[in-house]
DNA sequence: TGCTAGTGTGTACAACTGTAAACGGAGGGC
DNA sequence: GCCCTCCGTTTACAGTTGTACACACTAGCA
């Protein structure tokens, strides 16, 4: 299982990815650039930028370091572990049966390198040799199947 | 504000998720039993699950079709579509350079079946064939990589 | 024929999200 | 010293989500 102090790491909102990933490319950001850095994908007011960073801050997705008269924003978890968070979470509401098919469809579609699918192809064998023959539908109380 | 023809898949909740399951299992199924077999798992009252099919119905996610003097409820899409869908969905926020990565910890996290693994390995192959050496980071505005 | 049980509708309300205007304090230029 | 600009804070407001009470309707039962 993962690392992660808190079991979920917490909810991230669609416009919230777009701050946050400023913020892990940059490592520290003060809001004037993130805000001057989004406004060129994004039409949005520098205030509702502020809002997001105040709300980030709050969910404790984010901390700030007071430099001089302005704050210095950082992400306080990795983006890798918000990535896997949010994948796992979405995976949760998932048919057990039918994660397969979407993992098929994922790998179809997302733009992979040479090394992304070489280590894919590295755990796909290893866990070939325990593999089950065939996971059960868990979408019903009873044992129905799907 | 005017509803459009929804061009993507609707998103859906993750209350929205428990019920569409059962459904999707069910094909069609009466409220009342939806209820019954919904309240195995979460202690939701009769008219919290009711408004949620309701809303969903609103959504399009949903169709009735009148027996009686009661209705039955089919999902409108399938459920592979609406996974597939959620899942690019998620994949969208995340750094292009990292999607790799996540799926890399989707495959080791999620239970997958012998066949699931063979249908991952063979498109794995048929990629690595066109797979370029590396992917670029579109976190920000510039080409600045992360 | 009036009552009951089952099913759908209206309404409610707090928390969260998207979006943003307006306000207040401090440092810099004149 | 005064005003402007920059940055953070307050407030706002509509839409969505989670959760649920209360009511209305209808068909069958007493």
Redesign the interface.
Known sequence: ??ESIQNSVQE?T?SE??LM??V??KGKIYSRELID?LQ??RSWSDSTIKTLLRRLVKKGLLTTEKKERRFLYTATIS??AA??G???Q??D????M????????????????????A???A???R??KT?????D?D???ND???
């Open positions: 299982m993962s991230i669609p990815w777009e990933r400023i892990w490319t850095l060129e994908k983006e890798t990535m896997n949010s994948a796992e979405l995976f509401h998932l048919c057990a039918k994660k397969g098919a979407t993992l098929l469809n994922l790998v179809e579609h997302v733009t992979l390198t040479q090394d992304d699918i280590q894919l192809q755990a796909l064998s866990k070939a593999a089950p023959k065939q996971v539908c979408c019903l109380p129905e199947q799907c």
